[in-house]
């Protein structure tokens, strides 16, 4: 039985004999792991076990305490924490050509669990898991990393990009730019959008980020410019802006900061003052709009030797559009989904069934729900017809009968009360 580094930190059984629980069932579950724990060692397994039922007694305070003393500890290590469990449970796991090959990915990512979090987190970024993808719980662990940063999916037809974009809310919706484009989503579609819609200083930072000269890296916004390191990122909840100057690190607030663009600006040769101060006002722009500056997860520009397009999901809405082609004609489509991928794939031959799996099944079943409504109302409807038109031949029937009409009156109305 292997004793992950991130496991043994964590002295499950330490905090657990320490513990002091406050009511009868929470004695009883500190009771229960305890004498697990006499005869058998702690394991990735067991302490999950033991947070899924003591997340239940949230009034037991004691229970509590031990739950927010562990959870402190996963979660400052939550992707060592993650891969520890998936070894865990594949090495636990039965026999067979599946768990062969499984057991060799085991062997490939357990180094790794001797590694600080941030070590981790960095070897996954640059790769450390592309070999061991086939084991669905691993590629789950690698897509949340790859979150934190643009391209999150590649297979042997395409490469797909989560683009990094200044969101600007407007009257009608959100505006983003992606691939080059203007776009705006609201809850009744997705739609390209004109400059004219946007502020200024949206196409300012737009067109900083997009033009590459700023990049996006490991969680901050960077730009290389005048022998320095220019970098904005989100620290303890605060935004903060550094710049880097042979090796010596100085923060500044957005004020600081344009006045030092002011001595660079000052101190440039008379042709190149407008250039730079430009980049450097664009940047103090992106630093003040930090916060609305996000990766896209709706969003995937997806690229192969041919072409390149986007596709938008939004509020079950999807949109898809060719950017750059050197075999097809432009295209544009929107529907659902399901639909989009299928047009993907008649003018691109590219297959994004996996890429949007969980969204197409998503899609579906909306569909098959309308489908069944419209179906129910379409029945309502031809029945209120069928006893209209009873109603309609009693009336006529009775027409010498001022009860019975007074009856079919009184029914007539309820029923038309139904449409």
């Given at each position: 039985m292997n004793m992950y580094k991130v496991l043994a930190g964590l002295d499950f059984s330490g905090k657990l004999f320490e513990a002091k629980a406050q009511t009868a069932i929470g004695n009883e579950l500190i009771n229960k792991y305890r004498t697990y724990l006499v005869a058998n060692p702690a394991t990735c397994g067991t302490v999950n076990s033991f947070l899924r039922e003591a997340r239940g007694l949230s009034y037991d305070t004691g229970i509590q305490a031990v739950v927010e003393a562990i959870a402190e500890t996963i979660n400052a290590n939550k992707f060592g924490?993650?891969?520890?469990?998936?070894?865990?449970?594949?090495?636990?796991?039965?026999?067979?050509?599946?768990?062969?090959?499984?057991?060799?990915?085991?062997?490939?990512?357990?180094?790794?669990?001797?590694?600080?979090?941030?070590?981790?987190?960095?070897?996954?970024?640059s790769g450390a898991l592309k070999d061991v993808m086939y084991v669905?719980?691993?590629?789950?662990?690698?897509?949340?990393?790859?979150?934190?940063?643009?391209?999150?999916?590649?297979?042997?037809?395409?490469?797909?990009?989560?683009?990094?974009?200044?969101?600007?809310?407007?009257?009608?919706?959100?505006?983003?730019?992606?691939?080059?484009?203007?776009?705006?989503?609201?809850?009744?579609?997705?739609?390209?959008?004109?400059?004219?819609?946007?502020?200024?200083?949206?196409?300012?930072?737009?067109?900083?980020?997009?033009?590459?000269?700023?990049?996006?890296?490991?969680?901050?916004?960077?730009?290389?410019?005048?022998?320095?390191?220019?970098?904005?990122?989100e620290k303890d909840e605060q935004v903060q802006c550094t710049i880097t100057n042979e090796g010596v690190v100085g923060e500044y607030t957005v004020d600081q900061l344009r006045e030092n663009n002011n001595y660079l600006v000052n101190a440039a040769p008379v042709n190149q003052k407008a250039q730079r101060a430009s980049m450097l006002e664009g940047f103090a722009k992106v630093v003040e709009n930090f916060s609305k500056i996000a990766i896209l997860n709706n969003v995937s520009i997806i690229s192969n030797s041919n072409d390149q397009f986007i596709v938008i999901e939004n509020e079950g809405n999807a949109y898809a559009k060719l950017l750059r082609t050197n075999r097809s004609q432009p295209w544009e489509v929107k529907g659902d989904i399901a639909q989009i991928v299928e047009a993907v794939k008649k003018y691109t031959h590219i297959d994004l069934t996996k890429l949007y799996e969980h969204s197409i099944e998503g899609a579906v079943t909306a569909a098959k729900e309308k489908e069944g409504q419209q179906m129910k109302e379409n029945l309502e409807k031809e029945a209120i017809e069928k006893r209209k038109a009873k109603i309609a031949e009693l009336t006529e029937k009775y027409k010498g009968d001022p009860t019975r009409l007074a009856m079919l009156s009184q029914i007539a109305s309820e029923l038309a009360s139904l449409e």
């Amino acid at each position: 039985m292997n004793m992950y580094k991130v496991l043994a930190g964590l002295d499950f059984s330490g905090k657990l004999f320490e513990a002091k629980a406050q009511t009868a069932i929470g004695n009883e579950l500190i009771n229960k792991y305890r004498t697990y724990l006499v005869a058998n060692p702690a394991t990735c397994g067991t302490v999950n076990s033991f947070l899924r039922e003591a997340r239940g007694l949230s009034y037991d305070t004691g229970i509590q305490a031990v739950v927010e003393a562990i959870a402190e500890t996963i979660n400052a290590n939550k992707f060592g924490w993650a891969l520890a469990s998936v070894c865990e449970s594949i090495e636990n796991g039965g026999n067979g050509h599946s768990n062969y090959l499984q057991m060799r990915a085991v062997e490939q990512v357990r180094p790794m669990l001797e590694m600080e979090e941030k070590e981790i987190v960095s070897y996954i970024k640059s790769g450390a898991l592309k070999d061991v993808m086939y084991v669905e719980s691993f590629r789950a662990i690698a897509k949340a990393i790859y979150r934190e940063q643009p391209i999150v999916e590649y297979s042997d037809q395409y490469t797909a990009v989560h683009p990094v974009a200044l969101c600007e809310k407007g009257e009608t919706g959100f505006y983003f730019h992606a691939g080059g484009h203007l776009f705006r989503v609201n809850e009744s579609g997705i739609y390209e959008a004109s400059r004219k819609d946007v502020s200024n200083e949206f196409l300012i930072v737009a067109n900083m980020i997009e033009s590459g000269t700023v990049k996006f890296k490991d969680g901050a916004l960077v730009m290389e410019a005048f022998n320095r390191t220019y970098k904005v990122e989100e620290k303890d909840e605060q935004v903060q802006c550094t710049i880097t100057n042979e090796g010596v690190v100085g923060e500044y607030t957005v004020d600081q900061l344009r006045e030092n663009n002011n001595y660079l600006v000052n101190a440039a040769p008379v042709n190149q003052k407008a250039q730079r101060a430009s980049m450097l006002e664009g940047f103090a722009k992106v630093v003040e709009n930090f916060s609305k500056i996000a990766i896209l997860n709706n969003v995937s520009i997806i690229s192969n030797s041919n072409d390149q397009f986007i596709v938008i999901e939004n509020e079950g809405n999807a949109y898809a559009k060719l950017l750059r082609t050197n075999r097809s004609q432009p295209w544009e489509v929107k529907g659902d989904i399901a639909q989009i991928v299928e047009a993907v794939k008649k003018y691109t031959h590219i297959d994004l069934t996996k890429l949007y799996e969980h969204s197409i099944e998503g899609a579906v079943t909306a569909a098959k729900e309308k489908e069944g409504q419209q179906m129910k109302e379409n029945l309502e409807k031809e029945a209120i017809e069928k006893r209209k038109a009873k109603i309609a031949e009693l009336t006529e029937k009775y027409k010498g009968d001022p009860t019975r009409l007074a009856m079919l009156s009184q029914i007539a109305s309820e029923l038309a009360s139904l449409e």
